[in-house]
């Protein structure tokens, strides 16, 4: 894979995480100029009625009751 499809598959997975999560943080892990690690970690919110507001979690997704 050459610099330049690797840099539009990191761009790719990045607009994926960030418009698949609702309510969290998404963290870039970057060595030597490159994307290596993309850390999702979701928040699950519960209102008072107990229903979840969560968007759906994948692989890789944690979960945190902060």
Do not use: C
């Not at 870039?28 to 100029?33: E, P, V, Y």
Request: charged share 30%; proline share 3%; net charge positive.
């Amino acid at each position: 894979m050459n610099e330049h499809s690797s840099t539009e598959e990191a761009v790719a997975r990045l607009r994926e995480a960030l418009a698949t999560i609702r309510f969290g943080s998404v963290e870039f892990i970057i060595h030597d100029g490159r994307v290596l690690q993309i850390d999702r970690k979701e928040k699950l919110r519960l209102d008072p009625a107990g229903k979840s507001r969560s968007a759906q979690g994948g692989p890789g997704t944690r979960f945190s009751s902060s």
